[in-house]
């Protein structure tokens, strides 16, 4: 896996928000997680469609912070994995 | 009876089936896409975007892989290296003004009216002493830490702690908003306790509060600062002396930082056995703090309440302290009986009677540990003209007179670094017992918070204390 | 009536003639006419309005969830005393950690006379997630968009006309740190709480859904029938059909109707009680 892909490159299906390098943009497909923590992602904006920057990695690599609705949230990494991406959209990127 | 909450389930359940689950899906994403459209209406932002973007500079700097943790501790030794510094001169002016000025004049006003030996005992050298000398201990001190403790929140560092140590905290099974009751700790523990109702897992909020008495009040950095700037500060040249206290008192208040990760770790695999739950902490944009507008809302809001607390504390306990030194049974006082009994399992741990003594007249308030402690070694140690109780053979001389004192005391090197760890790692005072019990009305946890610490203190103390003995050190 | 009249463009105000009639009462207050609640996400300068208002110290701080549990002011504006009351934050009505509920419950069931949201203006799109929850459920609210001057250091222009216009309630810019739209607030608050003003808050499209709708309005009825009174039925049948578990359990123990009845729950620590938490 190259560190740095191009973001504007297709992806493997089922990359989740964990695989998103700091400086890459994602635009979210699906949450696969369920109950209060699915509900507290969404109250925070997570939602299919959402775009979101990863943007900050803290110093012991976990948590990452994601820049979400012009929020930065930190997220574990628990957390992202269960956030299904894909590329965004070019329209998006512009 | 039908009862209408029974059947009011029921009827839910059965229609939930209906409507499917992916109703707040719907809803989240309904007011979410409305929210950004309604936001792009509104909000113009500049075409082009700012070659640099400050927030995002520091963010960088802040929570760096290299640089995140030094400069964690870097900020904290700044902001105690500025308060030792600062709070040096004040302290003993004020020492000299209350103790030395004051308190002889009121003596011979008293004396001039006549009034008989105890009550101005009991009121000049236990209620007056013991108020003045907090005040001279704690305020110039808080007045300083406060307002930049307050600034360093009001700028939005206190979430980047929080992002950076969150790893640590999930290792330990905590929550990621535990760093923030503990940061919250670091002014007031009982505060502390009640900030941690944003964790919203119970099991991951009672180990917060648990643990909430390692991050270290702001009635025991005085003591911290007291005896770091006495005992170690001392032993280097002058130059370095305030820096190397204040490089001390930050040692401790990072092994309480290591004690919360390694409690918590202990309790999530013992008492309290679960998984670190989910979390997710938003870093607010950093806000340039109103510098003059912090400076009079925290000396005015924190440090005058908090010193109001601890004279209102002091002063009944001078009573106390002057009382059991003057009560005299079969030739010696109270006190000295209490401290003679106590003096043995004192020395075990490396401290004394007095000290022990002191903590256990300090339960309402760690912030009159150091009065006591001062008073209690006057009163029993028989210095140089204590025959009616008082302190007051002061020549202050920027500190002078407390290093005296515990010198007199009999106080070592050992005596000095098994009190800031003690003054670490023991119960919580009155006021925090009450707040835990109150936010987990459970007998067993109050008293689960309160023993932990305590014996836990027992036990460090008593190990350094056998060890620095054994290898001849003390 | 339009909203566009009601809402002015933001300026210091500390010496427009409108400033002159706040008396702040800090905590002294035995009767008021009307309660004002403040509602926002976490962060936003809800307490720092909060102080402004009352003249109290309400701690503040640059960090989500400074405020844990709710604070009580007065003021008199206008010849009239209002209470207000300070809210942790919140990003949802749907929440579920502690301090959050404490707002959710006072924001839904308190039955606030002016529920005002206050929301960070650098942060419109998430901000806007609550407010329209909000309005949703009351239609006596004003929006104080706050950290206005932050947005200007960002150089973010924010038409709170237009916004006002599309969220039917009045939309006050201001800067509460400094003081600035403390009077236009007020009087959006005097007007809305005596009536003056009548807010005709916009509703979501999605929420109307026809069979949503049937759904709903056969579980309200339900909801009515068992507690009498209650405000927001509707928020609380939305809330059961979503399987919220703290509302089935304030159901089943009753302590739903103690809200509807103007009380506030047991106190807060009673509902936060970690006696359950295993050992
Ligand atoms: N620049 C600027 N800062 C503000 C303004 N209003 C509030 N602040 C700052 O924003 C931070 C948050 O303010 P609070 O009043 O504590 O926010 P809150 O909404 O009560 O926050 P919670 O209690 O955590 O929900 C503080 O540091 C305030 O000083 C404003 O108008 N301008
Ligand atoms: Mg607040």
Request: glycine share 8%.
């Amino acid at each position: 896996m190259s560190l740095n892909p191009d973001p504007g490159h297709e992806q493997p299906a089922q990359r989740t928000l964990a695989d998103l390098q700091p400086g890459e943009t994602a635009e979210v497909v699906a949450l696969h997680s369920d109950g209060a923590e699915r509900r507290r992602l969404m109250d925070l904006g997570i939602v299919p469609g959402t775009r979101i920057i990863a943007e900050l990695r803290s110093p012991l690599r976990d948590p990452v912070a994601y820049r979400v609705r012009g929020a930065l949230i930190a997220l574990r990494q628990s957390q992202a994995v269960q956030i299904e991406i894909r590329s965004p959209a070019p329209e998006m990127l512009s | 009876m039908s009862d209408p909450a029974a059947d009011l389930l029921q009827t839910a359940r059965a229609l939930r089936a209906e409507v499917g689950a992916g109703l707040h899906d719907q809803l989240a994403e309904a007011l979410y896409t409305d929210a950004a459209h309604l936001a792009d209406r509104a909000v113009t932002r500049p075409d082009e975007r700012p070659r640099f973007d400050l927030d995002r500079a520091i963010d960088r700097l802040v929570t760096s892989r290299t640089w995140g943790f030094p400069i964690m501790i870097l900020l904290l030794t700044v902001v105690f290296w500025i308060t030792i510094q600062g709070a040096n001169v004040p302290s003993s002016l004020l020492a000299t003004l209350l103790l030395d000025k004051v308190h002889p004049a009121l003596k011979d006003g008293a004396s001039a009216l006549g009034v008989p030996w105890w009550l101005s005992g009991v009121l000049l050298d236990g209620a007056y002493l013991a108020g003045a000398w907090v005040v001279s201990v704690m305020l110039p001190p808080m007045a300083i830490f406060f307002p930049l403790f307050t600034l360093l929140e009001d700028f939005g560092y206190l979430p980047r702690v929080a992002f950076n140590l969150d790893r640590l905290f999930s290792r330990a099974g905590a929550h990621g908003k535990q760093a923030l009751s503990m940061t919250m700790g670091f002014g007031c523990n009982a505060a502390g306790v009640v900030a941690t109702r944003v964790i919203d897992s119970p099991r991951e909020r009672l180990i917060a509060i648990l643990t909430n008495n390692f991050a270290v009040c702001n009635g025991r950095w005085p003591t911290l600062i007291m005896v770091s700037t006495i005992f170690i500060g001392s032993a280097v040249p002058a130059a370095l002396a305030g820096l190397v206290s204040a490089a001390a008192v930050v040692s401790v208040a990072v092994l309480g930082v290591l004690l919360t990760f390694a409690v918590s770790w202990f309790l999530s695999r013992t008492m309290l056995k679960g998984q670190a739950s989910v979390f997710s902490l938003e870093l607010p944009p950093y806000r340039p703090p109103r510098i003059w507008q912090t400076l009079y809302t925290s000396v005015i809001d924190r440090t005058l309440i908090v010193l109001w607390r601890a004279v209102t504390m002091a002063v009944p306990a001078g009573v106390v302290i002057w009382t059991i030194s003057n009560v005299h049974v079969g030739g010696e006082s109270v006190a000295e009986h209490l401290v003679s009994l106590l003096d043995g399992f004192g020395w075990l741990l490396g401290l004394n009677g007095v000290i022990l003594l002191a903590y256990i007249v300090a339960i309402p308030a760690n912030e009159i540990i150091i009065p006591t402690i001062l008073m209690l070694t006057v009163l029993t140690a028989r210095l140089s003209g204590v025959g009616q109780g008082a302190g007051v053979m002061f020549e202050l001389e920027s500190g002078n007179a407390i290093r005296d004192i515990l010198h007199a005391g009999g106080w070592t090197t050992l005596t000095a670094i098994n009190l800031m760890l003690f003054s670490l790692i023991h119960n919580p005072c009155s006021t925090t017992i009450l707040t835990i019990y109150h936010e987990t009305r459970s007998l067993k946890w109050t008293a689960v918070a309160t023993a932990l610490p305590l014996l836990l203190g027992f036990a460090v103390t008593f190990t350094l204390a056998t060890a620095a003995r054994l290898l001849g050190w003390a | 009536m339009t909203m566009t009249t009601n809402t002015l463009p933001g300026s210091a105000c500390a010496t427009c003639p409108m400033n002159r009639h706040l008396a702040r009462l800090g905590v002294s207050m035995d009767s008021w006419d009307y309660v004002v609640a403040l509602a926002g996400n976490p962060n936003t300068g809800k307490s720092t309005v909060f102080n402004a208002l009352t003249g109290l110290r309400q701690h503040t701080g640059n960090w989500p969830g400074k405020t844990v549990a709710r604070a009580e002011g007065g003021f008199e504006y206008g010849e009239k005393r209002y209470k207000i009351v300070d809210l942790p934050g919140t990003y949802s009505l749907l929440a579920t950690s502690a301090d959050e509920e404490i707002a959710r419950d006072f924001i839904l069931f308190g039955q606030p006379d002016v529920t005002v949201i206050v929301v960070d203006a650098t942060r419109l799109e998430r901000n806007l997630n609550l407010a329209l929850q909000v309005l949703e459920i009351t239609d006596k609210a004003v929006l104080a968009l706050n950290l206005m001057d932050e947005a200007r250091r960002h150089r973010l222009v924010v038409d709170e006309r237009r916004l006002a216009r599309d969220l039917g309630v009045p939309v006050v810019p201001m800067s509460a740190r400094r003081g600035e739209g403390v009077g236009e607030l007020l009087q959006m608050v005097h007007g809305v709480a005596t009536g003056e003003i009548r807010p005709r808050p916009h509703r979501l499209a999605s929420t109307r859904d026809a069979a949503l709708d049937r759904v709903l309005s056969q579980l309200v009825a339900r909801v009515e029938a068992a507690f009498p009174g209650l405000p927001n039925a509707r928020w609380v049948a939305l809330r059961l059909l979503d399987d919220d578990a703290s509302i089935e359990s304030a159901i089943r123990d009753g302590s739903l109707g103690d809200l509807s009845r103007g009380l506030q729950t047991a106190p807060v620590a009673e509902r936060l009680a970690l006696t359950g938490v295993a050992s």
